[in-house]
Structures are given as structure tokens and as C-alpha cells.
């Protein structure tokens, strides 16, 4: 967008920026109020609206800002990889649950070392590794170079790490510089 100044000498781009920090989040607000309400009205409209825009410039101090992204081709087509994954893992673990004995699984704790260095990667890939059912990303060193992941079937410690590794941080890699 071009750089628009009003009289007041100010850009457009600044305006912008004080008065609706997260265009996103206020257009999610207004409508998770209009829902709340369960029905439309001008009133809930315009109280919605204000809402909308009074709670992003209230909390903007408290947001980071944006992640840098290199690659947004490679961001949907790992979230594509995630979401697959995930229904897979589910039917495994209703497998595992519904036809394995609690002795018979390899129930374990693994430390995946991490290459990654962006907080926001390493929390995507915390979250990832959360969200695949029978995984669970439990805690992250004090240092930020290794993840404490609890495996539900896990019989080989280092080919779990091996997959995690392979399969979702080194896309990540490519998408956070």
C-alpha cells in the first residue's frame, strides 16, 4: 500500500497501524460477538465493531511482533502434512488403545535435540508434536535446544526422534528463517 499522508502531515500506514493493529483480530471479535449474540442487529453491529477495535488498540503493547515467514507455499503445505497427520495418528492410537494391552506399549520419553532457533518455530513445533495424538511436547530446555516429548508407542527411542525431526522440523526450517 502506498505511503498516504492526511493533513495532519501522519501516513495512512500509521493511522492504520494505531487504529486497527490487528485488522485480523478485529474482524474475528466482531464476529465472535455477532455469534454470541445469536442474532443481528445494527446495535450488536456497531457494539461488536467497537469492541473491535477498542481490545486490539488496548492490548497491542502485549503482542510480539509478526514472525518472519519465508516461505508461505511451504506453510500451508506443512499445515496440509499436519492436519493428514493427525487423522492418522488418531487412528492409530484408537488402535493402540482399542487392541494393544497397557504392557505391550513402549511407553516412553524422548529429548529431541532441536536446530531450530526461532521461539515462534520451536512453539509451532511444540504445538504440532502436542496436537498429533500420542505425542505430547511436555517441556523445552532451559537453553532452547532440546524438546522433552512423552511418546505413547515409541519402540524405538531414536527413530521417533529420527521422524519428528524429519517430518516437521526440518520443514520448519524452511519456513522461519
Known sequence: M?????????????FMQRWLPHP?????????????????SIGGLLMGSLLG?????????FWPERPPVKAYGKALAYMAVVAWDVVV???QVARLILFRRADQLHVRWVTVPLELRSPEAITVLA????????????DLSADGRSLLVHCLDAP???????????RYEARLMEIFP
Not at 3 to 11: F, L, M, T, V
Not at 127 to 138: A, D, E, N, Y
Not at 156 to 166: G, H, L, S, Y
Open 2 to 14: 502506498a505511503d498516504r499522508s492526511d493533513n495532519d502531515g501522519r501516513s495512512f500506514m500509521s
Open 24 to 40: 485480523l483480530l478485529t474482524v474475528v471479535l466482531i464476529a465472535l460477538w455477532m455469534l454470541l449474540l445469536n442474532s443481528f
Open 53 to 61: 477495535v477498542v481490545i486490539p488498540v488496548m492490548t497491542r503493547n
Open 89 to 91: 495418528a488418531n487412528l
Open 127 to 138: 504445538g504440532t508434536i502436542t496436537m498429533t495424538p500420542g505425542t505430547v511436547s511436555c
Open 156 to 166: 524405538d527411542a531414536e527413530e521417533a526422534v529420527r521422524q519428528m525431526k524429519a
